[in-house]
């Protein structure tokens, strides 16, 4: 649906290499069988994170950053076994991905909103409430 025929792909690199060398035993082997091998690895704050890619993240991969919907906390126990610690994604921005998601499936730049009618694409994206959600 797109007037140009152009189709740009974005590298994201495993950083397999940030791993501890026994990643793969024990319980956190399930995780590389789990994405199918499609993650990366990316250091925050509070640690080593495996965020699986195959399912995607909760902004469609429409905004500079989006949360992984699998990731986990890697650490090491005393044993120096891998534990896997599943974080919760922020949805909280929703509505407003949605909107956009399905105006992109319709053709539409990234950058519009959808707000429940096909007509609305062309409007610029607004955050909308969820009590005006339900009012519309």
């Keep these: 649906l797109d007037e140009e025929n152009v189709m740009s792909f974005r590298p994201i690199p495993k ?11 024990g319980t956190a082997s399930v995780l590389f069988w789990f994405s199918r091998e499609l993650f990366t690895i990316t250091e925050r704050a509070d ?56 105006c992109r499936i319709l053709g539409e730049p990234i950058g519009k909103g959808w707000r429940g009618r096909i007509a609305d694409c062309d409007q610029p994206r607004q955050s909308i409430s969820h009590q005006e959600a339900a009012h519309e």
């Design 47 to 102: 640690g080593l994170y495996f965020d699986d890619l195959h399912v995607g993240r909760t902004d469609f991969y429409l905004e500079e950053q989006g949360d992984p919907v699998f990731s986990y906390r890697l650490t090491e126990d005393a044993a120096g076994d891998i534990r896997i610690e599943a974080r919760q994604p922020d949805f909280s921005n929703r509505t407003e991905v949605v909107d956009a998601f399905i």
């Design 15 to 25: 950083r397999e290499y940030l791993l501890p060398p026994n990643a793969r035993e």
